[in-house]
C-alpha cells in the first residue's frame, strides 16, 4: 500500500478507522463511552478532528483493497489549532448532549490538561491520532507510515510532539525517536497519558 496525503474525499474511511481504533483506548474509550452504551456519537465525534486537519494536507494515509483507511496520521502544522471555534462548540453540544453532566464535565476538564500539557514555544508538528483499522493491525504499517511522516518533515527540520494514550504504544514511539518528556492522568479513571518529543533529524546523518 502506498501512502498518499488524504483529502476531503477520505473523510468518511479515515474517521471510521480512528473511531474503531480509540473504541477501546485506555483514555478516549472511558472519556467518549455514553451511559447507554452507545456508539454512534464516536464517528461524528472523531469526524471534526479529521475535518479541522485534513485542509492543511498533513493528513497521511494507506487505502486498503476494499477502500478503507488501512492506516492514517492525522498531522497538525505548527501554530494551528485542531479545530475552529465553531467546531469546538459543535463538539461541545455534541458531548454535553451524549454524556452524563459529571461526565461533560470530566471531558471538559480532561481537554483542559491535554491544552496545559501542550508545547507552545519551538514550532512543531503535533500527531493528533494515529490509528490503524483493525483489519490491518499487527502488520506494522502505522509505524512505516509514522517513519514516512518523520523523515519527510526532518527535511523541513521539524520537531515532532505527540500525547500517547495508550503504554501499550509507548515504546513504538521511542522506536520513532520520540522520548518523553513528561505526562498527566485521565478524569474518570487515572489513565496515564505520555508527553513524547522528537527533535528533528539530519537526513543525511541517517538513524
Keep these: 500500500m502506498d501512502t498518499r496525503i488524504a483529502g476531503p474525499a477520505d473523510a468518511d474511511a479515515i474517521t471510521t478507522t480512528i473511531a ?38 498533513t493528513v497521511s494515509m494507506q487505502q ?22 465553531q467546531q469546538e462548540a459543535e463538539v461541545d453540544a455534541l458531548m454535553a448532549r451524549t454524556l452524563t453532566p459529571e461526565r461533560f464535565e470530566a471531558y471538559r476538564r480532561l481537554w483542559q490538561r491535554f491544552d496545559e500539557t501542550h508545547p507552545h514555544g519551538e514550532p512543531h508538528m503535533y500527531l493528533s491520532l494515529l490509528a490503524t483499522h483493525p483489519a490491518h493491525r499487527g502488520r506494522g504499517i502505522g509505524q512505516r507510515l509514522l517513519a514516512e511522516d518523520l523523515a519527510r518533515f526532518d527535511a523541513d527540520g ?15 514511539y521511542e522506536r520513532a525517536g520520540f522520548r518523553t518528556v513528561g505526562g498527566f492522568t485521565s478524569v474518570i479513571d487515572g489513565a496515564a497519558v505520555t508527553t513524547m518529543w522528537r527533535d528533528a533529524r539530519n537526513p543525511a546523518e541517517g538513524g
Design 64 to 85: 486498503g483493497p476494499s477502500g478503507e483507511a488501512a492506516t492514517v496520521a492525522v498531522w497538525l502544522p505548527p501554530g494551528v489549532d485542531e479545530l475552529t471555534e
Design 158 to 172: 521539524l520537531p515532532a510532539y505527540l500525547e500517547s494514550t495508550n503504554p501499550a504504544n509507548d515504546h513504538r
Design 20 to 57: 474503531l481504533a480509540f473504541r477501546d483506548d485506555p483514555v478516549w474509550g472511558p472519556a467518549l463511552a455514553a451511559p447507554d452504551g452507545g456508539t454512534a456519537h464516536l464517528e461524528r465525534f472523531w469526524r471534526y478532528f479529521v475535518e479541522g486537519a485534513i485542509g492543511h494536507r
